[in-house]
């Protein structure tokens, strides 16, 4: 190439580069365009009688990025990338539906939302009215919701009164909303409302489930805009999105990740780990139960530029070197956890939104996030 410009006239070579600017900008116009611009159009109606839902809201859920549908149940979302999006549609009176779509091309795309009207919550004995069993109850949900992060102080339940709690001869607590249930962050700058589908908290366990909807509150002055911005990168440090975007970017021991994959019993070197002094180290397991790895051997590109495959076929073991906490192991005294696939992978996109789950299980100190340090999925980093 280099002898080729050599032997160009000014002019030509001038024009030469104005050309390959010109067929580099062509090219970042259709990667732009293959990695977003769906715009989604459609209408919201009753699913026995057709008649529109006036202002229903239409949402990606776990995330910022919805809207509101007109006086006639028409909505319009813009700017959506290409891929699998899980939708949510909630109207009062009515159950939220939920769809995943996937969009493999940009342009204008019509979905229809049919909503059932709601049923009566069905189950053991409800305590809908204030009472000391209830109060107790909801003390407990409130903090499982909640959480005990640095943050959990600075959130509240808004509406607990739409919440029907029950609580059966087996000692399951469980609970459902009869409409969105408010959860309001001060710490992060976000009004939560999350339609609870299934609460059941046992034996110290919770399981929970539903749609969730991100709204900006806004500051009230520049001070708490920046508090905000600066509580939401705390809570992203060593969250599940933070790992999986390490992952992508092949940049787990920069951030403060060390991530062991399970060795398959057929590969192991001995049938058993050998302890010193009867202490289980790490160091005993390596290269014999587990192995670390990293992020660029779990990572396979997705069928779409906005996709990322994380494979593994066995478990995954994350310890976030940043913050102290308890594991199995006496030399790695840092927060802890155990990561799953069922399916053997998941669908991520590059900055760590999970977008197919593939009921990935996870266990330990990622497991433990509660509203109070969850952010949406759509935020992203200054970089």
């Not at 032997?7 to 090219?27: E, G, H, M």
């Not at 509406?159 to 001060?186: C, M, Y």
């Amino acid at each position: 190439m280099l002898v080729i410009n050599n032997l160009l006239k000014p002019n030509a070579l001038y024009r030469f580069w104005l050309t390959v600017v010109i067929a580099v900008c062509s090219l970042c116009h259709v990667y732009a365009q293959q990695g977003g611009m769906v715009t989604l159009t459609g209408k919201v109606t009753d699913e026995k009688t057709g008649k529109p839902l006036p202002f229903a809201n239409v949402f990606i859920n776990n995330s910022t990025i919805g809207t509101n549908a007109d006086e006639n149940g028409n909505y319009r979302l813009t700017n959506l990338s290409i891929g699998n999006l899980e939708m949510a549609v909630s109207f009062l009176g009515y159950e939220t539906v939920k769809q995943t779509l996937r969009f493999e091309h940009p342009g204008v795309k019509t979905v229809l939302f049919k909503l059932r009207e709601g049923m009566e919550l069905q189950g053991v004995t409800v305590y809908a009215k204030k009472n000391k069993k209830r109060e107790r109850n909801l003390k407990i949900i409130t903090r499982e919701l909640l959480g005990n992060s640095r943050f959990s102080k600075q959130c509240r339940i808004v509406n607990p009164q739409v919440l029907r709690i029950s609580e059966d001869d087996d000692k399951h607590l469980t609970a459902q909303t009869t409409k969105p249930l408010i959860i309001e962050n001060l710490a992060l700058g976000y009004r939560i409302h999350q339609d609870l589908d299934d609460f059941d908290y046992f034996n110290g366990k919770l399981f929970y489930g539903g749609s969730t909807r991100f709204e900006l509150l806004v500051p009230k002055d520049s001070i708490q805009k920046k508090q905000w911005r600066a509580n939401q990168k705390i809570a992203y440090q060593g969250s599940v999105k933070h790992l999986l975007s390490s992952m992508v970017s092949d940049s787990l021991q920069e951030e403060g990740f060390k991530v062991y994959q399970a060795i398959p019993d057929s590969m192991r070197r001995f049938n058993t780990v050998r302890t010193q002094n009867g202490y289980n180290t790490i160091a005993n397991h390596l290269h014999n139960r587990i192995e670390q790895i990293r992020g660029m051997r779990l990572i396979r590109p997705g069928e779409l530029v906005t996709e990322r495959l994380v494979v593994s076929g066995t478990q995954l073991e994350v310890f976030y070197m940043k913050k102290k906490g308890r594991s199995p192991y006496s030399d790695m005294p840092y927060a802890y956890t155990q990561i799953t696939l069922p399916q053997g992978y998941m669908v991520i996109t590059p900055s760590g939104w999970v977008s197919i789950p593939m009921g990935f299980e996870i266990a330990g100190d990622l497991g433990n996030d509660r509203f109070s340090s969850l952010l949406p999925a759509d935020w992203k980093r200054d970089d």
